[in-house]
Each structure stands twice: as structure tokens, then as C-alpha cells.
């Protein structure tokens, strides 16, 4: 192994010790190191400032015999944390026609997990140069659908892709096997409402509920989806929203309406997005049941772990 990424390794159990960084991020480094993937410039400024704060709280205890890191170690103000070895860090430009070449080469479904293995995988050799261009232009616009703070954006994108494993989707692939790859909430933002009623049904049907399906139409009296627990019935108001759009009590009135109409015992909202703080308190005084992001985001874990047990 490379001296210098086998420093970096030793230096992040010593920051880990010291308890001063975030165990989580610290290993997502670590492991990326140890599986020569990329470590991008948001987690090397991360370990720069990490290991400056180590000297100072070495340089407090000010033993003789203390393992201090002295300007001499591999990072430094002006030097960058390796990545794999013989991959060099430069400021690039996206390659042309990125954006054209990315779906060309792409055939699984447009979806979160799908396309961020798709560009690590097959652009390896260009991350660093197409990552701000990949984060806007197909994760920001093409998947989740809508314009976000791009420092967030390439944040949560670095952090994603760190999670990918390159080596076994390769693997997985020359074996001719498949991944189940699993449904994201930023899949469930890019649904139509009908799409997300059908999704619906799913979701209900893998997390305990039984026989559910879509009832809405033109004129569906406040009901979309009706599913049955415990031998009661229950009838569902879908809303798909953009996440800064929140429901509001007209739902919660409409599916208060649809209870009766459809003799159901309980009534549902749920949605992509949230409520209004009016909509909680309507819901609260007619006992009808919200399901916000949080909710769906849960019972996408149940939904992903059938699918993979079905592979």
C-alpha cells in the first residue's frame, strides 16, 4: 500500500481516538482509501482540518513523548490527501458532451442508486472532472427535479458516491448476476401523482397492509388508494408534492369525506413532502393519520428489503 495513504489511514484511527471527528464520515474516508475509490476535496479539507486540530491538542499536552505530527507529514497546508494510487488531482473541465454521453451509455432505470453507480463505474476515470456537471445537471435536475444549493448538492453527491462499490458491481457484472437496486425518497419526488398512487399501493402492500389498491378517479370523493390491517379498512389520500410545497387541511377535509363515502374505518394522508401546521391540527381533532417524507422514507425499507429478498 502506498506510504502515504497508509499514513492518512493511521491518521484517521488517531483522530478517531481523540474523538474529535465524526466516526461515520471518518470511516466512509477510510473506506474509500482502502478500496482505492476516490476521496473528493470536501473530505480532504475535512482531514486537513482534522489533523491541524490534533496538533494543537498534541501541542497542549506538550509530552516529550507524545507522537506529535510535525510539518514533515504527508499533509499539510499545500498538500492533498492521495485518492488511489497513479490518480493525480487537478482542476479540470467536464468532458464534452458529458451529459449526451452519460445517457447513452446509461439503460437502467432513471433512478438515484442506478445512476450514481452508472457514473462510477464507467466514468472512473473522469469523476473529478465531470462531478460538478453530474451533481447539477443529472442528479440536481434529472433526478431529484429541482434547483438545490449546489455546495449541498455536490456534498451529498460525494458522500453517495463514496458508498458505491465499484469492484463488486463490476464483479457482479461479469457474472452475469444482477442488484436489486433499491427505490430512494429522490425517486419517489421524480413521480407523476398517478405514478405515485400505483407506488403506493406497493409501499402499503409490503408494509404490513393487505389488498391494496388504487380507487381514485375523476370525482374519487377524496379517496385515492384503499388498503386493509387488522381487519379494518382504510382509505388513502396520495400527495405528491415538490418538497417545499406542504399539504394542507384540504386534504385532510377531503379524505375526512372519503371515510364515509367508501365505509372505511380510518383515514390516511400521506405524502412526499409535509404538512402545514393546519393540516396537523385538523387531523389531530378528526383522528386522521398523516404520513409525511419520514414516514414514506421507512416504509421504503421494508419495500427495498422484499425486493431484495424476491432477487
Known sequence: MDNKIQWTLDLIEKIKLAEIGEETRLDSIKNSLE???????????????KFKELKNLESQKSSPNSNNYTSESPITNTT??????????????????????????????????????HFATEFSQTMDQNMEIFAERIIGDEIIGKELNVNKLLEFVKNELSKVDVKQTKTKRESNTTKQEEFTIYDVDRLTGTQFEKFMEKLLNANGYSDAKVVGKAGDQGGDIEAYNDGEKFIIQAKNYAINNKVTNSAVQEVFAAIAYYGADQGIVVTNSFFTSGAIELAEVNNITLWDRRVVSQMLEGYNRGQKEHV
Not at 478500496?35 to 482540518?49: A, C, P, Q
Request: net charge positive; proline share 8%.
Open 35 to 49: 478500496n482505492e475509490r476516490t476521496v473528493y476535496d470536501i473530505d480532504k479539507k475535512y482531514l486537513i482540518g
Open 80 to 117: 492533498t490527501i492521495p485518492t488511489s494510487p497513479n490518480r493525480t488531482q487537478t482542476k479540470y473541465t467536464p468532458s464534452k458532451n458529458f451529459e449526451e454521453n452519460f445517457w447513452k451509455t446509461f439503460s437502467g432505470e432513471k433512478r438515484l442508486s442506478p445512476v450514481l453507480t
